[in-house]
């Protein structure tokens, strides 16, 4: 089985590239899923980050405010540390279990889609990376337009990653995703062929 993990900073285009990916048969696990799963109702993560940060995080159907934990965590660095301290050990432990799970399925190509996957090292799971980039102001624009955040908010959510120089260097493959979809999906393409998967 061959590991791609993809990686790049928030509102890249990591999702775009891996719904192409899975449309081209590729198993793909998601780093967002797995991370809102670990604090559902009921979950020991929910329960920890309630500790952690008090009722006010937590709805009133018993499910996370995800909006209101966002604006504490990005705004503040001890905060952020804290949770992913909390949600940190509980995604690598469900990660190497749906790895485990993909070993069994004699899967060809495996995607371990990871926002955060140099700085939790994820790397050491894959046999390359692939990192989604676009420049500054163009990330920063489509930020702001998804998660309906002011510009500093927004700032400060892609303050709190590794730099997209960092990332580019630690990658083996680079995908610009600054154009048209069809653009980036080329790239893409090209790695599939290249890499016998298409
Ligand atoms: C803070 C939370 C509640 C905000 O929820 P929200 O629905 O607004 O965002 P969502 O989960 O869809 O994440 C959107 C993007 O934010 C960025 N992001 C999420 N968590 C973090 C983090 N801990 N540090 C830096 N960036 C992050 C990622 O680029 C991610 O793709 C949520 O992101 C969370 O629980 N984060 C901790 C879990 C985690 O580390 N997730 C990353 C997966 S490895
Ligand atoms: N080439 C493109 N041109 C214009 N808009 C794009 C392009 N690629 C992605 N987008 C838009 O940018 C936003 C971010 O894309 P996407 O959700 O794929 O990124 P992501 O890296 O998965 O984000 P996150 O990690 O924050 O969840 C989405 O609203 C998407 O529709």
Same mark, same amino acid.
């Given at each position: #089985?061959?590991?791609l993990?993809? !990686?790049?900073?928030?509102?890249?285009? +990591?999702? !775009?590239?891996s719904?192409?990916l899975?449309?081209?048969g590729?198993f793909v696990?998601?780093?967002?899923?797995?991370?809102?799963?670990?604090?559902?109702?009921g979950k020991?993560?929910l329960? %920890?980050? %309630?500790?952690a940060?008090?009722?006010k995080?937590i709805? +009133?159907?018993?499910?996370?405010?995800r909006?209101?934990?966002g604006k504490?965590?990005?705004a503040?660095? +001890? =905060?952020? %540390?804290r949770?992913?301290?909390i949600?940190?050990?509980?995604?690598?432990?469900?990660v190497?279990?749906?790895?485990?799970?993909?070993r069994?399925?004699?899967i060809?190509l495996?995607v371990?889609e990871i926002?955060?996957?140099?700085?939790?090292?994820?790397?050491k799971?894959?046999?390359s990376? #692939?990192?989604?980039?676009?420049?500054?102001?163009v990330?920063?624009?489509?930020?702001?337009?998804?998660?309906?955040?002011?510009k500093?908010?927004? =700032?400060k959510?892609? +303050?709190?990653?590794?730099?997209?120089?960092e990332?580019?260097?630690r990658?083996?493959i680079?995908?610009?995703?600054s154009?048209?979809v069809?653009?980036?999906?080329? =790239?893409?393409i090209?790695?599939?062929?290249m890499?016998?998967?298409a």
């Open positions: #089985m061959y590991i993990g993809l !990686t790049g900073g928030i509102a890249s285009g +990591k999702s !775009t590239v719904a192409f899975k449309k081209k590729a696990i998601d780093g967002d899923i797995i991370a809102r799963q670990v604090v559902e109702p020991i993560g329960r %920890k980050l %309630k500790e940060f008090g009722t995080i709805k +009133k159907d018993g499910t996370l405010n909006a209101r934990l504490i965590v990005f503040d660095k +001890k =905060q952020l %540390k949770l992913n301290e949600t940190g050990p509980l995604i690598r432990q469900r190497e279990e749906q790895i485990e799970e993909a069994q399925l004699k060809r495996l371990l926002p955060l996957l140099f700085e939790g090292h994820y790397e799971y894959c046999d990376v #692939m990192t989604v980039s676009i420049p500054h102001e990330q920063l624009e489509r930020l702001m337009k998804r998660n309906n955040l002011k500093g908010e927004a =700032q959510r892609i +303050k709190t990653q590794m730099s997209q120089d990332r580019n260097r990658a083996d680079v995908i610009d995703n154009k048209q069809e653009e980036t999906l080329t =790239q893409v090209e790695w599939l062929i890499n016998k998967f």
